[in-house]
């Protein structure tokens, strides 16, 4: 009978579990100077392709070289852009087994979470860390949610940049297109690639088997036709007849995009057009480290420039980490959290990850050169950012969810309509209750 | 305390019994009750919100795609009961090699769905894939195709991996049925003068029926929570044109954090198991 009790006993613990309580906040100061705190954590994100994974790598080391005796387990969620990685952590959360710290875009990506009051308030993280005054200009305001702080960035990449294979380009006499590219400039290259490459060789790919591609292509596209569209679809307000312009123009781009595209993962399709088998990918400069991890160099082996429509705009993708209130033991993730923002570990990760670094005190030569010309857009006051929706910043999981799989239907389909698509997303949008107040166009 | 559960056998069934009432029926009441409560984003709440889920299906026309592919996977059944059965006939010739092919035979369904989802994601790869290749080898470039990456092909690029997994066990169960008729029943029908044929289509195959309704069974259970394959080999794309019911649920509630939805869904799931599969259990049992 005591044991058929103890059993009804934890069998409701369990069921409690996910309702467990939070942590109050603690004394900063002891638990980030107590560099001789030991045992393991968990870190959660998605960094797995060449480079990223290096990066993340040389940013544990710095980690453990300030707290030796914690042993950091890198938990990589493979697919990009978090899709994965998500799902694995809501199912952790909701059963009580938070991780530690986990990958995360700052914006409206963290809403669930803190609806939930699952995130650990680390505003006084950014107090002892001085976070605020040394970030570049732009990165804490979205980072805010009601005057609090509860992420930490670790890196910014943009996202509306073609990198296409140079010696493919040299081999067949193809010029690429000098800055600004315009939209009759871009439909003219890949015209003569379509013309001059053999059979089995295509002008673009987009390696969406995990679709966020896809909808980072149709997102640079939308800013590309006009940021007026761009504006008014993450504030919820776009017509159909906006969507279907966009669309229009993504109809034309996967014409000239390798057909068993979503076969491939991102990397996979960067690959192959190191490979030589496609000529130009879409994406966001995160490409470069595997470039890199492939032993091309910039300049020699691949060459970049600005998706058409886009030169003026810097398209914002940080990549960051939170600390879940929940966890087994949250002073890890704030030491991990506080060692993100760590000079010697933004240099270290910077320099592999080929990311700008979000703070001011990371050193300009420890950039390539294309990293350099993106951390010099970033500075100036005439470059215009806008927020990526894909990567979680400006449009809710909710609608991301919805607007992934119907944009791979999208790009997936051999003749879309895109009267029909256009009705499909703003209804998903409409369905989310989409309804910000962001101000792009200057 | 022998003696006293001795005297009181019926105490040993209470754990059991009370774990099964846990985890699956306060399980079912649970999400039954989730699909209608008021829960929005992660954050858990089990006041009653209303039939919003279920009326968002009717309109949902990814729901109705889900559940059309999810029936679908229901045609694996014929297909392979007749090729277990074959392969079983085969198999029971007592011919050279059975015994290497019968566990040949096994091995897919042995294997982790995980495992051979990644292992038809490279067979089916359109470009550098074995299948595009051996068929281009063999001079048949025209029947090359893009298999899980295109939405006309995805469903039946699932389907025949699915009955390559499926097939060589439904042979063994077959095979274990035939083998379970007596022989000297065998005997009789050969000194009366019967054929092989005969002895298969009057003695033996009347007798598989056991057989028959376990192997329905499984697969059918199969085609209900197909998830693991269907997920690493094509995420439910390309677009939805390969998701089913539990792909949608487990996107709805984990990825949008709709759970009252994802919850509905499931319950759907658990209707259908209730009208497919529950009768040819229950008559399974009858007998």
């Known amino acids: 009978m005591v044991s058929w009790c103890l059993i009804v006993v934890l069998l409701i613990g369990v069921a409690a579990l996910p309702g467990q309580g939070m942590a109050a906040q603690m004394d900063l100061a002891s638990i980030l100077e107590d560099t001789a705190a030991s045992g393991r954590f968990d870190v959660y994100h998605w960094w797995t392709a060449g480079g990223e994974k290096e990066a993340i790598d040389f940013a544990i080391a710095e980690f453990q070289k300030r707290y030796p005796d914690l042993k950091v387990v890198s938990n990589a969620i493979p697919g990009g852009a978090g899709g994965a990685m998500v799902m694995k952590v809501k199912v952790l959360a909701l059963t009580g087994n938070s991780p530690e710290t986990f990958q995360a875009h700052p914006g409206l990506e963290l809403q669930p979470y803190l609806d939930a009051g699952m995130l650990y308030d680390l505003t006084g993280l950014w107090e002892y860390a001085n976070i605020e005054e040394r970030l570049l200009s732009g990165i804490a305001e979205l980072c805010q949610v009601d005057g609090h702080y509860y992420i930490v960035p670790i890196g910014v990449h943009k996202t509306n940049m073609i990198y296409y294979n140079k010696r493919l380009f040299d081999q067949y006499g193809i010029t690429a297109p000098s800055e600004p590219v315009t939209w009759d400039e871009f439909w003219s290259l890949c015209e003569e690639l379509k013309q001059k490459l053999p059979a089995g060789k ?38 159909e007849e906006q969507v279907k312009e966009v669309l229009d123009r993504f109809k034309r781009f996967m014409s000239y995009v390798a057909p068993d595209h979503s076969a491939r993962l991102w990397y996979e399709g960067a690959g192959r057009v190191v490979a030589g088998d496609y000529a130009m990918m879409l994406q966001g400069s995160w490409i470069q480290a595997f470039f890199t991890s492939q032993g091309w160099t910039y300049g020699e082996d691949f060459g970049a420039f600005a998706a058409p429509g886009t030169s003026e705009y810097f398209g914002f993708c940080i990549d960051a980490f939170v600390v879940p209130q929940g966890s087994r033991n949250v002073p890890n ?60 910043t400006s449009l809710p999981w909710e609608a991301i969810t919805d607007l992934h799989s119907r944009i791979s239907d999208f790009a997936t389909s051999s003749n879309p309509d895109t009267e029909r698509y256009a009705r499909l997303i703003t209804q998903a949008l409409r369905e989310a209750g989409v309804r910000g107040e962001w101000d792009i166009v200057k | 305390m022998v003696g006293f559960l001795k005297r009181n056998p019926l105490l040993l069934l209470v754990i059991p019994l009370g774990l099964v009432f846990y985890f699956v029926y306060v399980g079912i009441g649970w999400n039954l009750w989730v699909s209608v409560s008021d829960w929005r984003g992660l954050n858990a709440s089990y006041g009653f919100g209303g039939f919003g889920a279920y009326i968002r299906m009717i309109g949902d026309s990814t729901f109705w795609i889900s559940l059309r592919n999810t029936l679908l996977l229901f045609t694996i059944i014929p297909i392979c009961i007749v090729l277990g059965l074959v ?23 042995a294997l982790s769905f995980v495992v051979t989802g990644t292992i038809w994601a490279w067979m089916y790869n359109p470009s550098s894939g074995i299948l595009n290749s051996l068929l281009r080898l063999i001079g048949l470039e025209s029947l090359t195709g893009f298999w899980h990456t295109s939405q006309q092909t995805v469903m039946p690029s699932i389907i025949l991996a699915l009955v390559w997994q499926f097939s060589g066990y439904v042979a063994l169960i077959f095979l274990a049925g035939i083998k379970s008729v007596p022989q000297s029943q065998i005997n009789a029908a050969r000194l009366d003068g019967a054929s092989q044929f005969k002895i298969y289509r009057r003695l033996v195959l009347p007798q598989l029926k056991g057989a028959l309704t376990t192997s329905v069974v499984i697969i059918a259970m199969f085609a209900l929570r197909s998830f693991d394959f269907i997920w690493v080999l ?54």
């Open chain 2, 87 to 109: 392969l079983a006939l085969i198999m029971d010739q007592g011919l050279k090699g059975t015994n290497l092919f019968r566990n040949l035979f096994l091995l897919p369904f």
């Open chain 1, 202 to 239: 295509y002008p673009l790919d987009l390696g969406d088997r995990k679709g966020w591609p896809a909808t980072h292509v149709f997102e640079t596209l939308m800013i590309g036709t006009d940021p007026q569209i761009y504006e008014d679809f993450i504030n919820g307000k776009a017509t």
């Open chain 1, 333 to 392: 993730g704030l030491r991990w959290a506080y060692m993100v923002s760590d000079p010697q570990t933004q240099i270290a990760f910077s320099r592999a990850k080929e990311s700008v670094s979000p703070y001011i005190d990371t050193p300009e030569e420890i950039y390539d050169e294309l990293t350099r010309r993106f951390r010099d857009e970033l500075i100036d006051s005439q470059t215009m950012v806008y927020p990526s929706f894909t990567h979680g």
């Open chain 2, 234 to 287: 094509t995420g439910g794309g390309p677009g939805y044109s390969s998701h089913t019911l539990p792909i949608q649920m487990y996107k709805e509630t984990f990825m949008s954090s709709r759970f009252p939805y994802g919850a509905a869904i499931g319950n759907v799931l658990l209707v259908l198991v209730l009208l497919l599969v529950m009768p040819l259990t229950y008559r399974s049992y009858r007998r």
